[in-house]
Structure formats: C-alpha cells, structure tokens
C-alpha cells in the first residue's frame, strides 16, 4: 500500500469511528435528561416518585421490546440505514416533547424514543463486528464512551438550559439538535463506513436469536443488570443525594455529572488497558464488584465518603459498560452472530432492566428513603459474579487456552 493510500484508509476510518461516536452519543441524552428536572416536572405533572420513574422506565422498557425491529431494519435497508432510521427517529420523537406539559405526551415522546435507540444500538455492535473487527474491545469502548459523554452532557446541562428557556419541555427538546448532528454526520460518512451491502440475517427476528445458547444467555444477564443499574444511576442518584445524604439539588446533580464523567473516561480507558479479549474476564469481575460497591456505600452510608462511591461507580460503572457491549462481538462468529446476540440482549435485557427505575420508586415511596433500593442493585451486582464466571470458560478464555 502506498503512503497516500494508507493516510486515505486511515482518515476513512477515523471519519466512520467519529460517525460511531456521535450516533452513539445520541442513545441516552432523551433519558439523562430527565433526572435533573425531576422536581420541576413532578410538581408540573403532579407525579409521585413512582410516577415520575416512567420516563425512565417506559423509554428503557421499549429499548427492550423494540429491539427486533432493529433486525428487520438492517435486512430491509441495510446496517448504516438502519442506524440512520434510529436517528431520524429519536429526532423526532424527542422534539416533540416541545408540544406540551402533559403526561401522556412525554410517556408518549419517551417511548417512542426508546423505539428509535433499539434500533440503532442494536444494530452497532453488527457495525464495529463489520467495520471494526480487529479493534473491536477499543471502538466499543469508543462508541460506549460517545454513550456516556451524551448522558453526562445532558445531565448537567438539562437543568440550566431548562432555567434560561423558562421551560423543562424545551430543555428536553433541546436534544433533539444533536440527533440532527448525528444524522447528518451518519449520512456523510456512508463511504467511510462501508455498510452499503452489510444487511441483518434473513429469517424471523424471534427465530434467529439464540435462545438455547447458554454463552447468549449468560450475556443477557450480565446486559440486563448493567442496564438496569444504569438507568437506576441516572434517574435515582441525584434524588438520592439530595434527600438522603443531605447535599443541595445544584450539587447533586453536579455530582451525578462527575460520575457519568469519570464513566466516560473509563469506557476509554479500561478496555485500553486490558487489550483485545484476553483481559476481559479480570476486567469484568473487578468493574461488577467496584460497581457494587459504588450501590451498597450510597445505600448505607450515603453520607459519608460519598465522593468514593461516586468514584467507584464511575470507575467501575464505565469499565463495566463497555465490557459487558463487547461481548456480543467477542461471542459472534461473523456479524450476523454478533448482531443476534446483541438483539436478543437488548430484547430480553431491557425488558427487565425498565422494571428497576420503577421498583426503586416504589420501594423510595414505601420506604421513605433509598437505603433498600440501592443495597438491593448493589447485592444484585455481587450476584453478577457467578454468570462472569461462567464466561471465563467460554469466550472469555486466554488465547493461549483458546
């Protein structure tokens, strides 16, 4: 290869990797979002905590059910049309928030911006497995780290934005700006990406998931408890460190932004450091039990040396993320494999995880406090361990064993 060919494939990739970047940092702004107007719009809605905890449950909950239609997306139109359709569709659905303080209208907008994520989350793991098969561990960490940048620019910005607009609907909307970025970058980078002939696997969507698979189920526990713990973060720690450690809303919610921060950079940093496959089960079982322990230290001490548990999450939450959104790559054999084991990770995953926003309003409503709530996640992350376990002697073996 010639000099100028080789900086011609080396610009064409880092167009299709930042085209990634900026798609996946559209998948949770629409969610983030809502955590640091909980106040405003509960009192606007006149929403109880297990009420409010529908805009978190509802968009998650449709992430999950939703999730095979990203399978027939990209065996309709194709992997980057797919994606494409996810964007125009969290679009969409999320300036149309901008219509009115109603609760129908957002649980409405919400879920059908859940519907546009599937889509185009599910289908990524297909993109990197195509695209990006020989640095799989790192772009996953890349586009995972565009995940969180997105969740963390929304959760601190939403509530200024929604001060200088005079509206939380507007600072909702607002997001709907950088989905028409992430459309607009997607579609220019069709050459770099190379997806013009890439296309889902024919056949029934339901048919072609790997329900006997013991690794895909394994996968899918691991998927719905990092989802689920995930979207407990962003919608119940800020109240929690209001209400039960006792901090103002402005620094609660700026202490929910350091921690999806600190995410950010170890989604980066983590799969780094540990390389392509052969590190992923040490890494796995530290981040679940660093995770666990960020959940059971707010639970029972959530005053005391709160910026370790914070640190913990972010740490550990991070890592955790993008590792556990490796291994549908790690585990397929082609993307095909790689785009149904993802498919049927989202599909079952989500489905559980939107019940854990709604179970800790629940228990915060019958309880009065988070206590409960968050040493339960926390025990349930420690409980991850045994399915990690179980990887260890399937994809995630050294290579020297493999």
């Known amino acids: 290869m010639t000099q100028t060919a080789l900086q011609s494939s080396r610009t064409s990739l880092g167009v299709a990797a930042l085209a990634l970047f900026v798609a996946a940092a559209n998948l949770r702004p629409a969610i983030a979002a809502v955590s640091p107007l909980v106040d405003h719009i509960r009192a606007d809605l006149d929403l109880s905590a297990t009420g409010v905890s529908l805009l978190t449950t509802v968009p998650t909950l449709a992430m999950g059910v939703c999730a095979p239609l990203a399978a027939y997306a990209g065996r309709r139109y194709g992997l980057q049309s797919g994606v494409l359709a996810g964007l125009v569709i969290i679009a969409l659905a999320t300036a149309a928030r901008l219509l009115g303080e109603s609760t129908w209208l957002q649980l409405s907008s919400a879920a059908t911006v859940g519907a546009g994520i599937a889509i185009a989350q ?11 098969a020989a640095r799989a561990g790192l772009v ?3 586009y995972t780290a565009g995940l969180g940048l997105g969740g963390a620019v929304a959760a601190g910005v939403s509530a200024p934005l929604a001060d200088a607009l005079g509206s939380w609907p507007g600072a909702l909307a607002s997001w709907a700006v950088l989905a028409l970025a992430g459309i607009a970058l997607w579609s220019a980078a069709k050459g770099p990406l190379s997806l013009d002939n890439v296309t889902a696997p024919a056949g029934p969507v339901t048919q072609q998931m790997p329900w006997r698979s013991g690794t ?10 990092n989802s689920a713990l995930y979207y407990c973060e962003l919608a119940w720690v800020t109240p929690l460190l209001h209400d039960d ?8 919610g700026g202490m929910l932004t350091v921690m999806i921060s600190i995410q950010v950079v170890a989604m980066l940093a983590v799969p780094a450091l540990l390389g392509e496959r052969r ?11 660093l995770t666990a322990a960020g959940f059971l230290g707010l639970s029972y001490a959530p005053g005391t040396a709160t910026w370790m548990w914070i640190a913990a999450l972010g740490v550990g939450h991070g890592g955790l993320f993008t590792l556990v959104l490796t291994l549908p790559v790690l585990a397929g054999r082609d993307p095909g494999e790689a785009g149904r084991i993802s498919a049927m990770a989202f599909f079952v995953g989500y489905g559980c995880a939107a019940l854990a926003p709604l179970l800790v309003g629940a228990l915060r409503d ?8 968050f040493g339960m996640l926390g025990a349930i992350g420690l409980l991850m361990l045994l399915p990690i376990a179980r990887l260890r002697s399937t994809i995630l073996r050294p290579v020297k064993e493999r």
């Open 122 to 132: 599910t289908l990524l793991p297909a993109v990197v497995k195509t695209r990006f």
């Open 140 to 142: 996953t960490g890349l």
């Open 216 to 225: 895909a189920w394994h996968i899918t526990m691991l998927s719905a408890v």
């Open 245 to 252: 450690a006792g901090r103002d809303a402005a620094t609660a």
């Open 279 to 289: 590190g992923t089960w040490a890494g796995l079982a530290l981040t679940m039990t």
């Open 366 to 373: 019958a309880t009065g406090d988070f206590a409960l709530a």
